[in-house]
């Protein structure tokens, strides 16, 4: 019988004895502060102590007031703010071994020998030359009879402990999916794109938006899918001779179309072929003397630094912030230092080191212009639909766009189904063009129209509607809605040839309630009007103090929203169906914030998700508190309501958008070659109807038949769901004693073997 491994819990993890000192260097990022905050309290939580050393590398180097014990409370009401609240600074200082003895006295004087930093690859170089020397400096400072205790502390502990966590907007470092700062940063540029778009339009103007990223060309790169612009540069991807001609061409066919702007995106480090600098007066200069297009500059600049983070960078802050807690406190002298970061939805640690290098050969194969070839496939001509289903969702339209035009390309006639599968049985059917869905990126909800309608009563009019437009396959993007719809679709297959036909599914709801993937389109749009709306609502309380906010969100039965809305808001607590509360639980908790009110955290924040519990409805709970709570702290509720629906996408959404359905349109063109017989297109097998979602780290096609295991049909949710295990975290964070499994805490990879992994899931 196989032996199954004993669960690993946090709270068994011993860190009495041991300090941790946090610091953050180099350039700020949104988010650095929810990593900062994590650190701190799982650190005071198994019993270490922790420092704060202020201002990076220099405050090491300074020591003094810079390196000063960090408190569960001087972490309080971090979470929403942006930069860094220890502060960053570059150090020459730390670059010579003089500086380093100093730090290294500093560190030893106060027993830190586990060091956690927060920044790009220069700091985190640093970082592990730092840890390489320790034992040398300590040796070098008892020769210098620097410190009485050193000796001791020498024998005791001769190596430090590393780990990094990648702080950088620019996403520019290898071996991490994404870095703390970069969805943010996106989130700025977005919201300047949007505002720019009205008067470009007034004017019938062209922009010319530069954003940041050195060598990097992640930023311009994805804020260019998210809006929707004319064209875009980047430093990885320089444009071949002659692109001068190939952009005017492209803006003025646009302009011929009617189009009354244009966007063209550039990263600052932007190159040609010949390794020159491409800059926004160049693209300006050769708009305005070429085509004579009114044109404008707008350098981004710092912008791209500030405000408040997302929510996606403090939960991304919180779950790495925790690893690299667990990464200390697992450390022997053998570990290397390695940096904790996400890939896909799985935390992981890789070698801080390899990380470095691969981060370096990047910019060498840029310096010797080895720049990869990019190969364009076509492919037959069918006619595909595409339709949504079920509520509105941020991300929808840009889905749309995306299926639209990645199916022109691909040689398909484009067919637009209003108002979901009621609409297909009514023949509200339409194909269209390229242009047809041009500035979708950017808006809300469903321009197509969306209804909640299920197939089942009117499947002879679909099938009619099928067969007379010739639809050949079709995308249906939506929630839990389109998943039953298609379920539908596969059992009349048996009646009806014109179901014969492959059909994928693409997950696009605010609840993020469908089985087959961890997230969906519009889940994120709503996780920021949330953790937007309780930062407001924390900010009314600390002018009235001792008060305590109720907050109702949304998700039918899933408690996604709730959980993480409330780990990104740092809630006290969040009820949910998926873990359901007594008379007890709710006694704690008001017992908690009773204890919480003679701190000088004077506020409390629940959420509750709409369907946690028919009897501990919001109303019961607001009442149960205001009682229990009298002459010590009151009560207000508030319920979100449809505004978490409403809104422009968040980059998140609109980028995610984009890439599900230009994959699911490139699944489509491949099964209707694989079964197109006799000039028709015929198949009923259950893997040519499938939902395109995403499972840890890969997007994965999965056929609705085999979903039905993993779903709750009744209560409309999946049977078992990944963020569940995260509300232990939330409830630790705000100083619960609870169990946490770590048990799927990041195990140590190698860049390399990462790499491959992902070259053979695009392949």
Known sequence: MAQHSPRKLFENLNGAGKAIGVLTSGGDAQGMNAAVRAVVRMGIYVGAKVYFVHEGYQGMVDGGDNIVEATWEKVSSILQMGGTVIGS???KAFRNREGRLKAALHLVQLGITNLCVIGGDGSLTGANLFREEWKGLLDELVEKGKSDSLEHQRTLEFHLNVVGMVGSIDNDFCGTDMTIGTDSALHRIIEVVDAIVTTAQSHQRTFVLEVMGRHCGYLALVSALACGADWVFIPESPPEDGWEDQMCEKLSENRANKKRLNIIIISEGAINRHNVPITSDIIKDLVVSRLGFDTRITILGHVQRGGTPSAFDRILGSRIGVEAVIALLEASPDTPACVVSLSGNQAIRVPLMECVQMTQEVQKAMDEKRFDDAVKLRGSSFNVAVLNVGAPAAGMNAAVR???RIGITEGHRMFAVADGFEGFSKGQIKEIKWGGVGGWTGQGGSLLGTKRTLPGKNLQAIADQIRTHNISAFMVIGGFEAYLGLLELLAARAKYDEFCIPMVMVPATVSNNVPGSDFSIGADTALNAITDTCDRIKQSASGTKRRVFIIETMGGYCGYLASMGGLAAGADAAYIFEDPIDIRELQANVIHLTEKMKTSIQRGLVLRNENSNDNYTTDFIYQLYSEEGKGIFDCRKNILGHMQQGGAPSPFDRNFGTKIAAKAVQWLSRTLKENYRRGKIFTNTDDTICLLG??????????????????????????????????????ILAKYKISYDVSDAGKLEHVTQ??????????
Do not use: G
């Not at 709750?712 to 049977?719: A, G, S, V, W």
């Open 89 to 91: 600074a570059r150090c």
């Open 402 to 404: 995306s299926a639209v």
């Open 694 to 731: 995403m499972r840890r780290r890969t997007l994965l096609f999965q056929p609705v038949s085999q979903l039905m295991s993993e779903t709750d049909l009744k209560h409309r949710i999946p049977k078992e769901q990944w963020w569940v295990n995260l509300r232990a975290l939330m409830k």
């Open 754 to 763: 990462r790499m491959r992994d992902t070259d053979n899931e695009t392949l």
